[in-house]
Nanobody, 124 residues
């Protein structure tokens, strides 16, 4: 069992930046495929970004590509989401989720370990 814990959310103005962190106390987390997903009010959750267990492969949703960067620090057992040039439409609860293995094959249902989420609000 792995329990991810997110942090770093908050209120930011359009065009600003935030970095979200996701960590877990379980050592296995450092080798699990991990994704960030988000859910805006009244909408279903959407995939944002993914990094494999080795940290060598990443993927992004079209809406955030070139603005967001996912990375991981295995020594700190932490996955990050650097968010730049934030837009009001990025407002959502952001969730960190981990799969059971080191790779993800594109199905959100593969993410079985979810954090509680952190609120990101982009507003002037």
């Amino acid at each position: 069992q792995v329990q991810p814990v997110e942090s770093g959310g908050g209120l930011v103005q359009p065009g600003g930046s935030l970095t979200l962190s996701c960590t877990a106390s379980e050592r296995t987390f450092r080798s699990l495929a991990t994704g960030w997903l988000r859910q805006a009010p009244g909408k279903e959750s959407d995939f944002v970004a993914y990094i494999d267990g080795n940290g060598g492969y990443t993927a992004y949703a079209d809406a955030v590509r070139d603005r967001f960067t996912i990375s991981r620090d295995s020594a700190k057992n932490t996955v990050y989401l650097q968010m730049n040039t934030l837009k009001p439409e990025d407002t959502a609860v952001y969730y960190c989720a981990a799969a059971i293995g080191g790779s993800w094959y594109g199905d959100v249902n593969e993410f079985i370990y979810w954090g509680q989420g952190t609120q990101v609000t982009v507003s002037s």
